[in-house]
């Protein structure tokens, strides 16, 4: 029996599970159209007819079909949306066979898949062994036994093409079962181990992300984000899927920059442009010849100084100081009488502690301003 604190957890969990899908409000659909998109214990998604018109929803499991056999999957979609995805991701619709949908999961049909999930990782395990002692360069990622424990996917990473003729053989007579190998890739691997990613949540090719892409190396470099490999790489060693996301929304707020970031001349100097950031559109400049003075500007501000710089003027701008450093100062009031910070002047660790010491015998309000 758990406790009160358990329970409440176990609620928030749920909670977080069951969060809200924007699908839940679509219509009902299902009198469009007979195909069913069925998704499997991976990534594995697929296509199914219901020809015996059994009410169906997101997230029923249900069992269907197979050559032999049959195997159980669970409903992610039906109807008109199913039949879009089906015509999208299949190229050719009709070469593809569409199984039939046979009723929804029993009790009994759960008890057999459970002993068919049991089998999984140890046979995981004696298979990766068995590669090891026929000498094969591959990796068995994940094995999936099917609904009815007759037949198991193995599904492997090869760099070339893998003979496992023999394999195949050993697995049937090692396990008693029907062998299918299917390759995978690293991403595909990535979303079948799954994980947690830097941004604290799961990987999204463990929990939605099923269409994997080629990642560009261009697409970090777009976005402004830093070339280092290990901060744009995800779990599987490759760049993240998510440099696609808002890859089209940099790309639109770049056409309102200039073409080429030419460097300005300003009445204090040269400067170089070094950051751009698209999303508040502003770019960073550093004069040359003064370390450390760096201001940021508008598109709208830049646009006019390289007119202005067309007709040979050198504009001033306001946010570099008479004396070449950022005119935001920090200034702390005690008492009345004002001290800046200098940079130049030194003041030795002793005099700094007695000066310390002093006020804290005499406690003063401290108000910090900034110009």
Not at 32 to 49: A, N
Not at 58 to 72: E, L, Q
Not at 246 to 268: C, G, H, M, V, W
Not at 274 to 303: C, H, M, P, R
Request: aromatic share 8%; with cysteine; glycine share 8%.
């Amino acid at each position: 029996m758990s406790c009160n604190g358990c329970s409440n957890n176990n609620s928030t969990n749920n909670l977080l599970v069951d969060s809200y899908s924007w699908m839940d409000d679509l219509p009902d659909t299902s009198d469009k159209s007979d195909i069913v998109e069925v998704k499997f214990k991976t990534i594995r998604k697929e296509y199914y007819t219901n020809s015996e018109k059994i009410e169906l929803r997101r997230g029923d499991k249900i069992v269907v079909a197979t050559s032999p056999g049959h195997d159980i999957g669970e409903v992610t979609l039906t109807g008109y949306l199913a039949e879009k995805q089906f015509l999208r991701k299949i190229k050719n619709p009709s070469g593809y066979t569409l199984n039939a949908v046979y009723r929804k999961m029993t009790p009994n049909d759960l008890i057999i898949l459970q002993q068919a999930r049991d089998r999984e990782k140890p046979t995981m395990i004696r298979a990766r062994q068995i590669v090891t002692e026929l000498g094969l360069d591959m990796k068995i990622g994940d094995v999936e036994f099917r609904g009815d424990n007759r037949k198991a996917i193995f599904y492997y990473l090869a760099d070339g093409r893998i003979d496992f003729r023999e394999l195949i053989k050993c697995y049937a007579r090692e396990f008693g079962i029907n062998v299918e190998m299917k390759q995978i890739g690293a991403r595909q691997e990535a979303g079948i181990i799954g994980g947690i990613g830097s941004c604290g949540r799961e990987l999204c090719c463990s929990s939605w992300l099923t269409n994997f892409k080629t990642i560009p190396s261009g697409a970090a470099l777009k976005q402004g984000l830093s070339p280092a490999a290990l901060k744009l790489s995800g779990a599987c060693g490759k760049l993240r899927c998510c440099l696609l996301y808002e890859l089209d929304t940099y790309i639109e707020s770049q056409n309102e920059f200039p073409k080429e970031l030419l460097n300005l001349d300003l009445a204090r100097g040269t400067a170089k442009p070094f950051k751009t950031d698209y999303l508040k559109k502003e770019i960073w400049y550093s004069l040359e010849g003064s370390a450390g003075v760096t201001f940021n500007l508008s598109i709208e501000q830049v646009k006019e100084i390289i007119q202005k710089n067309k007709r040979g003027i050198r504009p001033e701008i306001n946010s570099v100081a008479e004396d070449g450093k950022e005119e935001n100062k920090m200034e702390v009031k005690l008492d009345g009488n004002i001290d800046r910070f200098d940079k130049n002047k030194k003041i030795s660790n002793k005099k700094r502690r007695s000066k310390f010491k002093s006020r804290l015998a005499d406690p003063v309000k401290f108000v910090v301003n900034k110009n």
